[in-house]
């Protein structure tokens, strides 16, 4: 199934078709092939931030993992329906379309969804 594979940070070089054939390998080990996985390199603001919007942690951490299938999922839909976050403008209002529909399905789900483009202006 699908790896992706973002490096969105510049304080440690990271070499991407290395990283990819040994996340393939682990996965191969696991035996967890068909199953979807992105791993995002992000900075230690980034992931402090992400860590307080999902576990209520305000510190930074090595790793997050979840299931995030719901999120882009809903970020994929908006686009598809319009929306895009090239402005401020228009990331104004797609954040908004996201944030409504993401209340709703964790407060169906029981979870604590956020928007994916969650301070991006």
Known sequence: MALL?????RAV???RAPLRRRLQL????????????A???VDNRTIRRINGVYRARDAPTDVLSFPFHEVTATHGLCHL?????????EWQKMFQKEKEVLEE??????????PLSRGLF
């Open 5 to 9: 594979l973002r490096n969105l940070q």
């Open 13 to 15: 070089p990271v070499r």
């Open 26 to 37: 682990l996965r191969a080990a696991l035996g967890v092939q068909r199953f979807d996985l």
């Open 39 to 41: 791993v995002v390199c």
């Open 81 to 89: 329906l319009g929306f895009t976050h090239s402005t401020e403008a």
């Open 105 to 114: 399905l964790s407060r169906l789900t029981g979870t604590r969804l956020q």
